[in-house]
């Protein structure tokens, strides 16, 4: 599978061989960034501040979606085991399972 967002802020996915669509979501909101895929979970950033969060899958499921603030216009990373997302003023460190107040 194949995941695109697109600047008028829809994501695509489709079938990586053939082109076949699949399902589109619309942020209702530019993405400036690609699609970060981390196990069965696909991360998308928008303008809005938006993080949505879907499985990879040929079927539509969004497990969640969470406003950082302000908005996102790069690409989420992941290292050591933590999900890094910036927004136009904060870096967010974010670790599963973690219990922890964010820092300030």
């Not at 960034?33 to 938006?50: Q, T």
């Not at 003023?89 to 922890?100: D, E, H, P, T, V």
């Amino acid at each position: 599978l194949l995941f695109v967002a697109d600047f008028s802020g829809l994501l695509h996915c489709v079938d990586a061989k053939t082109g076949k669509g699949y399902w589109t979501y619309d942020m209702f909101a530019a993405s400036w960034a690609s699609p970060l895929i981390v196990g069965d979970r696909v991360y998308i950033g928008d303008e809005d501040g938006d993080i949505a969060i879907f499985e990879v899958s040929k079927e539509m499921n969004q497990i969640g979606e969470i406003n950082m603030g302000s908005a996102v216009y790069t690409t989420p990373i992941v290292a050591n085991d933590t999900l890094f997302i910036a927004n136009r003023n904060r870096l967010f460190a974010i670790q599963q399972g973690a219990k922890s107040e964010p820092a300030e």
